[in-house]
């Protein structure tokens, strides 16, 4: 993996996982030292993240985390919300059964993962991925799955940035087992319907969470 490529993941990880938090100057001499690369390629990387909307110039500072405010939020899941649920029915549309079959049996389970605090509720968040992952493949349509790429990553950084609720997490779960539910069906109307619900619960979550927390 060139430089460029390493710092570039290794940053963007740790924006959406809240390690650095909004507002965190990244200068390049000490990014530099601390993730074992030249400032040339750390350039890339900060370029590549600017692009991604995750830092942002900042008053002469130099670079720094943007923030995530509440306005922004609500704009992002009106985007996401078409996305995804065009993604749901061509999903269903053009599914691989066997796929989705797997994935139904593991959601099924998920219950138990998130009975068992953080240390295992990382594998739901896997599954979740794999789910997404699932869904691009089937969607056969590379200019929507770009896009919506960058949103889920932003998507990412507000579940970090708010507080997990673990009844809510229980409710996303039974919710994408109905999206999965509907894709193996091959029903397109009710796996946007699905999508629809789930997303409109995960703003409302969110926008209360992050109300009761300001960062």
Do not use: C, W
């Not at 001499?29 to 390629?41: A, D, H, K, N, Y």
């Not at 405010?69 to 078409?82: D, H, K, N, Y």
């Not at 269903?92 to 959601?107: H, K, N, S, Y």
């Not at 809510?168 to 109307?189: K, T, Y």
């Amino acid at each position: 993996m060139r430089a460029s490529d390493r710092a570039y993941s290794v940053l963007r990880e740790q924006i959406i996982d809240g390690d650095l938090a909004p507002g965190t100057l990244l200068a390049e001499v000490e990014q530099s030292s601390r993730l074992g690369v030249s400032r040339t390629p750390l350039r890339e990387a900060l370029s590549r993240l600017a692009a991604d909307g995750l830092v942002a110039a900042h008053s002469g500072r130099g670079l720094v985390v943007t923030d995530v405010p509440l306005t922004r939020i609500a704009e992002l899941f009106e985007v996401r919300s078409a996305l995804e649920e065009q993604a749901a029915r061509l999903a269903a549309r053009r599914r691989d059964p066997a796929v989705f079959e797997g994935l139904q049996r593991e959601l099924r389970q998920a219950h138990e993962l998130l009975e068992n605090g953080d240390p295992v509720r990382h594998e739901y968040y896997e599954l979740v991925a794999r789910l997404d992952a699932a869904i691009d493949d089937a969607v056969q349509n590379p200019l929507l799955v770009s896009t919506l790429a960058g949103v889920r990553t932003h998507v990412a950084r507000i579940r970090r940035l708010s507080h997990d609720d673990p009844e809510r997490l229980r409710e996303a779960a039974r919710e994408h087992l109905m999206i999965v539910d509907a894709i193996v069906d091959g029903s397109e109307s009710l796996a946007a319907h699905a999508t629809q619900l789930h997303l409109y619960r995960s703003l409302k979550n969110i926008l209360g969470s992050m109300e009761r927390n300001p960062q």
